[in-house]
């Protein structure tokens, strides 16, 4: 038979399972599988009884997963094959590996469509197809319409994916404050250290220590050491506090060349030591003349009086910082922590 076009190759067509003849009895169930089923209409199928093709609508009909032939079949009749030709302009299930990107539209956009009061959603499995994860689209109500772009670039590590508002990803540093190290459980330290200041604020602006310890006694110091050098300061450190007590006692203090810059004055009981140390541009570019630092502290001096401070220290010299030490006077560190956080540039 001649064709206008390609002629049609692909069909969805199903052989149902054999059906037994019983004597007397005109309809039968059709199965795919051992499963039943229904077939669009009778005009879709090629029905051979006793060797002979039979007229669909007059010879049999058809009801769900039901054919009922025009009279009763008896014993010796043998019901050959149904074949089931597929609905109208159905291809069936494309065989695999068959749908190509030729057979898509230029650029195409694969739609995954939503039903009812669920988004559409595109699930990745695993290798063994028993469970997966999904990219879900948001629901109707938020009527949202945008793309996600992914990075030309490959990931590395700590990184997230981020926008710039247009829907362009990148990895990157998600927010402004990021962890980059920690000091942990310091019971009988005598410092809490951390180095490498001075290649953190190739990135970092600034650079934040938050700590929280059970007391020593004495007061707390602060030693700072520069870039490229192989030992803390022990000169030139200047520093000033403004300090708070119950009952409205401020006091101001400070030290002009001391041999370290004091965070605490001492205090006597275990009560909790906590606050941080701002280090304010640790590659010292921005000011270009002397390194300082910028503390919040608090302690206990007794049971029922708090002790708080704010001050700067300042050191006498342009380079930039590349280590910090704290520790007390006189004793070590309870237990702990210390985190140090950067914030971008």
Known sequence: MPYIGQQPITGNFIKLDDITVVNGQASYTMQK???NFSPASANHMLV???????????????????????????TGDVINFIMVLGDVLNIGTPSDNTVTNDKLAT??????????????????????????????GPPHSASQSYTLTLPSTAPSANKALITDGSGNLSFGS???LVKLAEVTDSTNQSAIEFTGLYAYGATYQTLIISHSHATGTGEIRCEIKGVNQG????????WCAVTGRPNNNVNTYGVSNGSYGKLLGSFGESHGYRGNIIIHDPRNVSNGSRVAIEYLQTGWNNA??????????GLGTTTGIDAIKYYFASSNFGAGNAVLYGVLK
């Open 48 to 74: 051979s009884l006793n060797g002979i093709i039979q007229n669909p609508g007059s010879s049999f009909t058809i009801s769900n997963h039901t054919i009922t032939f025009a009279s009763n079949l008896v």
């Open 231 to 238: 030992s803390y300061y022990n000169t030139a450190y200047y």
């Open 33 to 35: 599988d051992s499963a």
């Open 107 to 136: 650029a195409p956009t694969l739609i995954s469509k939503g039903a009812g009061s669920d988004s559409g959603a595109i699930q990745l499995n695993c290798e063994q197809n028993t469970h997966g994860v999904k990219i879900k």
């Open 304 to 313: 029922s009086s708090v002790v708080v401070a704010h001050g700067v220290i």
């Open 174 to 176: 998600a927010g402004g």
